[in-house]
């Protein structure tokens, strides 16, 4: 056959095998083969059934996204689908590690589905912006039902095996030997005779009935897109299914398919997809990483209770290490707490909480982190506390042991020299909470050696963070990029736009929240410490501060927040205040419109994105993207700062920062020469090189 697709037989029972590693992507030179197989066996005659299964370490995980916003090259994926539903003799997936995308609707295109009990099977197209473009949003529900397939095509989350035998998706599951098995599952339809009903003539779960649940249901998910077009796309297209027979709700499927995958919002999203795992090649691929066994963490506070939990949620055993015994039990019995409320929720099973907690070792004597092969200090952010952690580290850890800080701020070449071993400090700065948060920064310190940064950043994909490495300079990328944006906060207030207009501005953006709710969330307390610490003022959050409103935490910030609610309500005190310092210095309030709020907040930021590039804090424009869409919500449909800095337009970009640097004179404002290059070179890439 070829390369990618072969036939080998068992009996009379034909068994196709794709093999296009790394993960089977349906790329056109797996399609045509496989078509041509298909189409063979198909008129083969002493072939009496077709197994289809993959090589490697997953079944198909979707079309080739690489192969996106290009020509289509045929056969496309819904022409093998429409073969194999012509074959009358039985066709069954054998799916082993993943199914997803196109891989699952090419299984939902067989008569059977054979999965080994370690399977994921899902649609996650709408995480691409996206829909199932392949018939999955009219085939899925008429196995596993409307409700069901709308949940599982909305959120874009796989399942597992043993729930999708439960749903009707699957029809075996076997512990091993899945080929085999597969082959004997075969056998037995043959002998059970047919005729055997394609998917797309299986109408025995649509229920017309199901319409009012299914719409309440579709509204709920579809309330949670904020923009995104791609979840009201796979809502329609499965209601659909329900609605309109089978070949005009496929041909509905396709036209919206057309439509989302040439839009900027999938583009976005397929960057992210490709930026992120870009992002955690780091160093040569051969580098030997160094083991990493056992996890000490220095600090059982906010921060260090939930990286605590990052590392038991992954599989490492934990030795957690408090001054006190009186503040280890309280940071113990947070831990313990967050785990209830998972259960509780039932994200989480009792026995899963049981084996984490069991993973923790509590201790108030240094000396109990000598077996870690990692340390990780989430003390309170100041230098010399600092410097004191690490010295004491290097007394006790073992050789070639890595001493991280979670520092989100100081420099930590200087917290390095804290110790005789700068080789093993690195920068782990994890984003609160830590056990929740996807993104982790990476600091890589002048003298942080090769092997320690690539196990670290292997290490964060095994307890599912997202890493991006950065360099050492003031709050990194992320904290040094959301100065930027926030620097003209205050000035827009003073100058006469409100709290709340300058929130909506950004939540219409696609943002969760704007700066002064997110600010009232964190505590404004952080902030104003940080300020302080750098002898720098913002008028208006330190008078609050002085003042003792922190935010959420005090039930007054920006927002009030009554009876402990997480709400906010506008609070007319801060609208006298930030008058009456408007008024303090002869600022006349005017009409601030939502153009000039994004062009004196994101424009800035963008410019300190370039920065970071000319001073290779960052490595790739599409790294700092990372950073802001996994670690600040930044609008995934957006795909971080630098990439909607092309959407948006260099040329206007510069334009309006020229603008405003005249008018202000500010150095936020003062455009960095790279910001130039990229407009003339028409990428960050080509612009850095
Ligand atoms: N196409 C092209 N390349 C892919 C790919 C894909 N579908 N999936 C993975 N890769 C590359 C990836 O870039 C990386 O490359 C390498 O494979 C290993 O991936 C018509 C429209 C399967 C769970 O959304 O979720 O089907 O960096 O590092 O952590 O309806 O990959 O090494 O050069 O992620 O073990 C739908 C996407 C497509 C699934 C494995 N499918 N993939 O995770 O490895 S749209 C998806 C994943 C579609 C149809 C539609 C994960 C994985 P490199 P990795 P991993």
């Known amino acids: 056959m070829s390369d990618f697709v072969s036939v080998t037989r068992d009996g009379r029972i034909a068994v196709v095998t794709i093999d296009n590693p790394p993960v089977n992507a349906l790329s056109f030179h797996v399609r045509e083969p496989l078509m041509q197989a298909l189409v063979s066996l198909r008129d083969e005659p002493d072939v ?18 690489t192969e996106f916003g290009k020509p289509v090259q045929q056969p496309d994926l819904r022409a093998i689908i429409a073969v194999l539903e012509t074959i009358a003799k039985p066709t069954v997936a054998a799916i082993h590690g993943t199914a997803l995308g196109g891989g699952l609707e090419l299984a939902l295109g067989c008569h059977f589905r054979a999965a080994d009990t370690g399977a994921k099977l899902g649609l996650p197209e709408v995480k691409l912006g996206l829909l199932p473009g392949g018939g999955g949003t009219v085939r899925l529900p008429r196995l596993v039902g409307a409700l069901k397939a ?81 979840p009201i796309a796979c809502a329609q297209s499965v209601r659909n299914a329900i609605t309109l027979p089978f070949d005009e709700a496929l041909a509905a499927e396709r036209e919206l398919f057309v439509k989302l995958v040439a839009g900027d919002q999938s583009r976005a999203q397929r960057h992210l997809f490709f930026a992120e795992r870009e992002a955690a090649k780091v160093g040569a691929k051969d580098i030997v990483r160094r083991k990493i066994a056992r996890v000490g963490v220095i600090g059982a506070g906010t921060m260090g209770g939930g990286i605590a939990m990052a590392f038991a949620n992954g599989g490492f055993p934990v030795t957690l290490l408090e001054t006190t015994q009186e503040a280890l039990e309280r940071g ?30 509590g201790s108030t004597d240094y000396g109990d982190l000598a077996d870690c092969d990692l340390i990780v200090e989430a003390v309170f952010e100041e230098m010399a ?26 420099d930590v070449n200087e917290i390095a020299t804290s110790t005789s071993r700068p080789q093993d400090v690195v920068g782990m700065h994890f984003f609160s909470p830590a056990n929740v948060m996807k993104l982790l920064e990476i600091v890589r310190a002048e003298k942080t050696a090769p092997d320690a940064l690539a196990t670290i950043v292997e290490l964060a994909r095994r307890i599912g963070k997202v890493p991006v490495v950065v360099g050492v300079c003031h709050g990194f990328v992320g904290n040094r990029m959301l100065a930027a944006r926030g620097s003209e906060s205050e000035a827009l207030l003073l100058e006469g736009a409100t709290p709340q207009q300058i929130d909506q501005v950004f939540t219409d953006f696609g943002w969760p929240m704007g700066p002064f709710q997110m600010g009232d969330l964190a505590g404004l307390d952080i902030g104003w410490r940080n300020r302080k610490a750098r002898g720098q003022t913002a008028i208006i959050a330190d008078t609050l501060c002085e003042q003792g409103h922190f935010g959420q935490k005090t039930g007054s910030g920006f927002y009030r927040y009554e009876n402990g609610s997480r709400t906010p309500a506008p609070n007319p005190e801060v609208e006298t205040l930030i008058r009456d310092k408007a008024a303090e210095k002869g600022i006349a309030p005017r009409t601030i419109g939502a153009e000039e709020i994004i062009e004196r907040t994101l424009y800035p930021m963008i410019n300190e994105g370039a920065k970071i590039l000319e001073e290779k804090i960052a490595a790739r424009a599409s790294d700092i993207d990372v950073v802001w ?61």
């Not at 490697?56 to 979707?62: H, L």
């Not at 082959?183 to 059970?192: D, I, K, T």
């Not at 113990?332 to 070792?361: C, M, P, Q, W």
Request: with cysteine; charged share 25%.
């Open 48 to 65: 009496a059934a077709i197994v289809i299964a993959c090589a490697g370490r997953t079944f198909v995980a979707g079309a080739d996204i």
């Open 150 to 230: 709308l949940s599982m095509i909305v959120s874009g989350t796989p399942i597992g095996a043993a729930e999708a035998l439960a749903a009707g998706l699957v029809d075996a599951v076997f512990e091993d030997g899945l080929t085999a098995q597969a082959v004997r599952f075969a056998s037995e339809m043959v002998g059970r005779g047919g005729p055997f009903t394609p998917v797309r003539d299986r109408d025995g779960r649509l229920d017309r009935a199901e319409l009012p649940e299914f719409d309440r249901q579709a509204a709920e998910l579809v309330k949670k897109a904020r923009g995104l077009e791609a």
């Open 332 to 361: 113990l019995a947070t831990i313990e707490k967050n785990y209830a409320v998972s259960v509780a929720r039932g994200s989480l099973s009792e026995d899963a909480k049981r084996l984490r907690l069991g993973l923790f070792k």
């Open 385 to 410: 506390v600092k410097r004191e952690v690490f010295g004491r580290l290097d007394a006790v850890a073992k050789p070639g042991a890595i001493l991280a800080t979670n520092t989100s701020y100081l």
């Open 629 to 689: 869409v996994n670690g600040y919500g930044f609008p995934v449909g957006k795909g971080g700062p630098m990439f909607w800095a092309g959407l948006e337009g260099i040329d206007k970009i510069i334009g309006r920062l020229d603008h405003w640097h005249e008018r202000t004179g500010k150095d936020v404002f003062k455009q960095a020469p790279l910001l130039r290059q990229m407009a003339e070179t028409g990428s960050w890439e080509g612009a850095a090189s």
